[in-house]
């Protein structure tokens, strides 16, 4: 039975106009499938993939319905029914965001779903602090990888000297250090927001890659974060173990570049010039890295030197040691 305010002409009229915005009925699981293949083909990279599949398959599968009959409680429901921190419902909804507007652009949802999604609510996220290393400790980061993985000295090198984000360096290929020009490459293939940019190599970096530099092939030795992260750490605690120190290492997540980031505007000054190295927005660079650190470490930073033996050459890095 219909309200008394509403007539069957209004009905039928909301109907047809429904009807004419969706040219195709698409199951939710079918508009991940088709949206996850329009982004590999678009050339985004793996780790975006990895995520939009992690976060999208999930939401597929808990609505075997067509796209255009979802409405803003269910998108509700869900959203609060994820068992996970506010971030990544966040990062979750943004996806979810990505995808209803994909459909619509496709005609498999009506244009009205848009204010639906726009009137739910989204958990307050807590911003997490940026943490980045002091020169001190990559000096410790540098020496331990030298002494006990000196394979992964490169990417080490490239993330703290020019602030690759870790899954840009894993990507990186020597081809792309441009040694003699003093530059770092990075390809919009193998970029995160797939655009390309390049990076300078400062005296510190290029002292520490000279005994490394090839023609071609992966700067890295390792593939996947979590195995350079824990080939680090595993390298720090071997050195800390062997001189008898009392507490463990600290890793910072994403600390290296935070480090880049904060210690070279510190340095130039340049929010844009910092920006375009980074590969990231004016906005966020001012945001999360403006005045984090004093002038004095910046220096010191760039400044980190490799040993005599090692900048003299006398030093062959060798294949990687078991920590």
Same mark, same amino acid.
């Given at each position: 039975q219909l309200p008394a305010c509403v007539s069957l002409r209004q009905v039928?009229?909301?109907?047809l106009v429904r009807h004419n915005q969706v040219r195709e009925e698409k199951l939710v699981s079918?508009?991940?499938t088709e949206f996850i293949a329009a982004k590999e083909q678009a050339g985004r990279g793996d780790r975006h993939l990895r995520d939009l599949r992690h976060r999208l398959n999930r939401f597929?599968?808990?609505?075997s319905l067509p796209v255009a009959q979802l409405t803003g409680p269910m998108l509700q429901a869900y959203l609060d029914g994820l068992d996970m921190a506010a971030r990544s419902k966040l990062n979750t909804f943004k996806h979810i965001r990505t995808l209803l507007r994909w459909c619509v652009r496709r005609k498999y949802a009506?244009?009205?779903l848009l204010d639906e999604l726009d009137g739910i609510e989204k958990p307050e996220a807590t911003p997490s602090p940026t943490l980045v290393f002091?020169? *001190?400790? &990559?000096?410790e980061i540098l020496d331990a990888t030298l002494t006990v993985r000196p394979d992964l000295v490169p990417a080490i090198v490239i993330c703290a000297f020019c602030g690759l984000r870790t899954a840009e360096v894993l990507r990186l290929d020597w081809r792309e250090v441009r040694f003699e020009q003093g530059l770092v490459e990075v390809t919009a293939a193998k970029a995160k927001t797939a655009t390309r940019r390049v990076v300078s190599?400062?005296?510190?970096?290029? *002292?520490? &890659?000279?005994?490394y530099v090839r023609s071609e092939g992966p700067v890295s030795p390792v593939s996947g974060e979590n195995r350079l992260h824990d080939a680090v750490t595993a390298a720090l605690r071997h050195c800390r173990a062997a001189r008898?120190?009392?507490?463990?290492f600290r890793w910072k997540r994403n600390g290296l570049r935070h480090a880049f980031c904060s210690y070279r505007l510190s340095v130039t000054q340049d929010l844009n010039r910092v920006a375009?190295? *980074?590969?990231n927005s004016p906005t966020m660079i001012h945001a999360h890295y403006k005045e984090l650190v004093s002038p004095a470490d910046a220096l010191a930073w760039f400044n980190t030197l490799p040993p005599e033996s090692l900048a003299s050459g006398k030093v062959i890095p060798l294949p990687a040691v078991a920590a």
């Open positions: 039928v009229d909301h109907y079918a508009a991940v597929a599968n808990s609505f009506p244009r009205d002091t020169p *001190a400790e &990559l000096r190599l400062s005296d510190a970096a290029r *002292a520490w &890659l000279a005994p008898k120190a009392k507490t463990p375009l190295e *980074a590969g």
